[in-house]
């Protein structure tokens, strides 16, 4: 008797003040080839604050510990905005974990400019988070979506439920400093070989996807993919493209 093949495993990787639900309508539909696991990252959703930092190498740290728990050898990972800085940290220093890359509407692509510094420090504050009114908070975490449908609709709905959650506002507020401190992706992927794939939405206005786009100096052998009328948040956008435009790498 044939035995059946198990799954290939898919690891998803949130963005900036997101959560594991952010994957949940992709996940669902990866889930029919995959064997997939969306993890929070720390200080965000249901996880502990880190042990050792906020900065992108150490919250790679904490996905391989969480992996090695779970007794995920290996996976394809697939980070979206800081979780695509992330999961290019981890790419890096454990290639040998990491079978495929798939980076989303990375943050950090290339360095940032003095004034995007600003502007990243002033929006991820946690005192200003807390303190704004709540029309401020919806308006704040609609931008980036190019599209106005159930998944803007959800991810704005978290971002007031966690508002005043402490710890949620500490994490944006590190997290930034660490990406803000921490060499860009062009710089981290240099010299990695894993099959790497680059999507950006072409709407983007967090990470433009001529940022995005940049990181194919580091790696010419990367393909990259723009989805027309989406913006940072493709996956809760349209998931249904999304997973199209990425399951054929994965595969």
């Not at 495993?9 to 995959?34: C, N």
């Not at 904490?62 to 697939?78: P, Q």
């Not at 974990?97 to 600003?118: E, M, N, Q």
């Amino acid at each position: 008797m044939a035995t059946k093949k198990s799954k290939s495993h898919v690891v998803l990787l949130h963005g900036m003040g997101g959560s594991k639900a952010d994957w949940d309508a992709a996940g669902a539909l990866l889930g029919k080839s995959f064997a997939v696991t969306a993890l929070d990252l720390p200080g965000c959703g249901g996880a502990p604050k880190p042990a050792s930092g906020y900065d992108p190498a150490s919250l790679a740290r904490y996905v391989s510990s969480i992996l090695t728990d779970e007794g995920i050898d290996t996976a394809a990972v697939i980070g979206h905005s800081l979780g695509a800085r992330v999961a290019g940290e981890l790419a890096k220093h454990e290639p040998a974990r990491v079978k495929r890359l798939v980076l989303v509407s990375p943050l950090g692509a290339i360095a940032y400019s003095f004034t995007d510094r600003l502007k990243w420090k002033g929006m991820s504050r946690a005192s200003i988070l807390r303190s704004v009114p709540e029309s401020s908070i919806r308006n704040a975490s609609a931008y980036g979506f190019a599209v106005d449908g159930p998944g803007r609709k959800g991810f704005v709905e978290r971002a007031v439920k966690t508002r005043q959650d402490p710890g949620t506002g500490l994490a944006v507020e590190k997290s930034v400093d660490g990406l803000l401190q921490a060499p860009p992706l062009v710089e981290v992927l240099r010299g990695t070989t894993l099959p790497l794939l680059i999507v950006a939405g072409a709407l983007d206005p967090l990470a433009p996807p001529d940022e995005s786009e940049a990181l194919k100096k580091a790696r010419p052998d990367a393909r990259f993919v723009k989805l027309a009328g989406l913006g940072h948040y493709p996956m809760l956008e349209d998931p249904k493209r999304f997973v199209d435009a990425v399951k054929a790498f994965l595969a």
